[in-house]
């Protein structure tokens, strides 16, 4: 069975500091990992990441994959107060019936002014 | 573009009785999907189809039932509603293989409470 596993459960941090949240996974047939932020409605999309070692970027925001390892990682440099949200990191693999998404059970960030 | 569609937003279900929470996409994508996710948790797999007329279960789709007659419809049937199917449901949409377009689309989500 695919696995995703995200820690921490929870963080709580103050503007400004740099935070790292970490995604593990066990699937079978790897197509890519995916970050997501969700606020108060449906995730939103962050980044896709298939490849090892090459760190995406968005702003404050990066992330990087290491597939012989089988984890990820996204890091938030500089926190605001709108950082905070549930960041849900999914694996697409592919099944018998074509790609499928697992998503982890996610990470909680607040970020306090 | 519209997107992902569901309606309701919001529905408070009796036990016992039945619903169809709807789903439409209007992208053209061949893969539609049905998620819950329970407070504080991740997004779990109910069902999903990858085009229509072919639908298949995921990791949570006891007590729930679909249809795919047309691309563009993914309806996701609740028959006898139990408080355990209390959470918020997502549907979501994608293409089957990368491209430029490639990325899944989230709906903004039915929360449903079953009292």
């Known amino acids: 069975e695919d696995k995703v596993v995200q820690s921490p459960l929870s963080l709580v941090v103050h503007e400004g500091d740099t935070v790292t949240l970490n995604c593990s996974y066990e699937?079978?047939?790897?197509?890519?990992l995916l970050w997501y932020k969700q606020e108060k409605k449906a995730p939103t999309f962050l980044f896709m990441l298939t490849s090892s070692g090459i760190e995406k970027k968005s702003g404050r925001l990066s992330s990087i994959l290491d597939k012989k390892e089988l984890f990820s990682i996204l890091n938030i440099t500089a926190t605001q107060t709108g950082d905070s949200a549930i960041y849900l990191c999914a694996v697409e693999a592919w099944g018998n019936a074509g790609n499928m998404l697992t998503f982890g059970g996610g990470t909680r960030l607040m970020v306090k002014p | 573009n519209a997107g992902v569609t569901q309606t309701p937003k919001f529905r408070i279900l009796k036990i016992g009785q039945s619903m169809t929470l709807q789903c439409t996409q209007d992208m053209n994508h061949n893969y539609m999907y049905w998620y819950r996710q329970d407070p504080g948790m991740g997004l779990k797999l109910i069902y999903y189809s990858v085009g229509a007329g072919i639908t298949d279960k995921g990791e949570v789709p006891n007590g729930y039932n679909v249809s795919r007659s047309t691309t563009e419809d993914f309806p996701l049937r609740l028959e006898l509603a139990a408080p355990s199917q209390t959470s918020v449901y997502f549907c979501?949409?994608?293409?089957?293989?990368?491209?430029?377009?490639?990325?899944?689309?989230f709906g903004s989500g039915t929360r449903l409470t079953v009292v």
């Open positions: 979501a949409s994608s293409y089957p293989t990368g491209g430029a377009n490639y990325g899944y689309t």
């Open positions: 699937v079978t047939n790897f197509r890519s």
